[in-house]
């Protein structure tokens, strides 16, 4: 009686060989996977993501976990070596993108040195002395006053320096990793 055919079958990341990274969508950890149709079928390796519990309003039946729990077939290459340089680049590529986009996002709130700037103080509402009777009615219209206050805005796009709206790139823990996989 032969034995049922296990489609994916875990594999160990080669010692002295790249590393992979994180998952580029949830940030857990990646594995290496092993993959066939049948016993006599020729086999491909893809770098999966760990994370298969359900988060968010996923059904817990179809389609749960991270999206790069399965990939899509493109992950799938002949050798372990060229599923995790896939991987990693897709990983490289997917990050510097948020990270481009949240430059951008977040641009208003940066000044002419790249620091964030404080938001402009509400100012505070005058405090009424004890002594008067009609206290609480003043510090209800002066709060009624200050809510209406039109906003100001923090800084104007002309105010912004150039180097601000470009990306900036990754993290120095990937930029040493890629520098170092093209030396090899």
Request: net charge neutral.
């Amino acid at each position: 009686m032969s034995q049922p055919h296990d489609d994916y079958k875990r594999l160990e990341v080669p010692a002295g060989g790249p590393s992979l990274y994180a998952c580029p969508v949830c940030g857990s950890p990646a594995e290496l996977w092993q993959y066939s149709e049948s016993e006599t079928s020729p086999t491909t390796k893809a770098v999966c993501c760990s994370r298969a519990d359900p988060f968010g309003p996923q059904d817990a039946i179809v389609n749960a976990g991270c999206l790069l729990y399965m990939p899509p077939g493109v992950f799938y290459k002949a050798t372990m070596r060229d599923a995790i340089k896939y991987w990693n680049a897709y990983a490289v590529a997917l990050m510097k993108l948020q990270r481009a986009n949240r430059w951008k996002d977040h641009q208003i709130l940066r000044d002419n040195g790249g620091s964030v700037l404080n938001t402009p103080a509400k100012p505070e509402a005058p405090q009424p002395p004890k002594h008067r009777p009609d206290a609480r009615r003043r510090v209800r219209e002066a709060l009624a006053d200050w809510q209406d206050a039109p906003a100001q805005p923090v800084i104007s796009g002309s105010d912004v320096p150039e180097h601000a709206t470009e990306s900036t790139g990754t993290p120095g823990a990937i930029d040493a990793a890629i520098a170092k996989e093209k030396q090899a």
